[in-house]
């Protein structure tokens, strides 16, 4: 089994920044890549974006490219979600998501939330 820790949500002014940390724990080896999810009010989850664990590729969603970065620190099984130029709509609880291969599985965090208001 694999468990998600996500962290470092807030409340943040718009054109500021925010960075947020999944640590995995459990069976982390079995991991094919991280990715992170959000939920905004009165919306379905949505797709932010992914690192494949082997080679360190990324994805992004068009609504955060160029703005958001995602990243890893393999010593410490965890992924980052630099966020920059945060804007309202970026508003939501942000999830951490791992997905293993072998079992076709996903397993998720528990979310954070991120607030972008004035």
């Known amino acids: 089994q694999v468990q998600l820790v996500e962290s470092g949500g807030g409340l943040v002014q718009p054109g500021g920044s925010l960075r947020l940390s999944c640590t995995a724990s459990?069976?982390?080896?079995?991991?094919?890549?991280m990715s992170w999810y959000r939920q905004g009010p009165g919306k379905e989850r949505e797709f932010v974006a992914t690192?494949?664990?082997?080679?360190?590729?990324?994805i992004y969603a068009d609504s955060v490219k160029g703005r958001f970065t995602i990243s890893r620190d393999n010593a410490k099984m965890t992924v980052y979600l630099q966020m920059n130029s945060l804007k309202p709509e970026d508003t939501a609880v942000y999830y951490c998501?791992?997905?293993?291969?072998?079992?076709?599985?996903?397993?998720w965090g528990q979310g954070t939330q991120v607030t972008v208001s004035s």
């Open positions: 998501k791992a997905y293993v291969g072998q079992s076709r599985s996903d397993y």
């Open positions: 690192l494949i664990k082997s080679n360190g590729a990324t």
């Open positions: 459990g069976f982390t080896s079995s991991i094919y890549l």
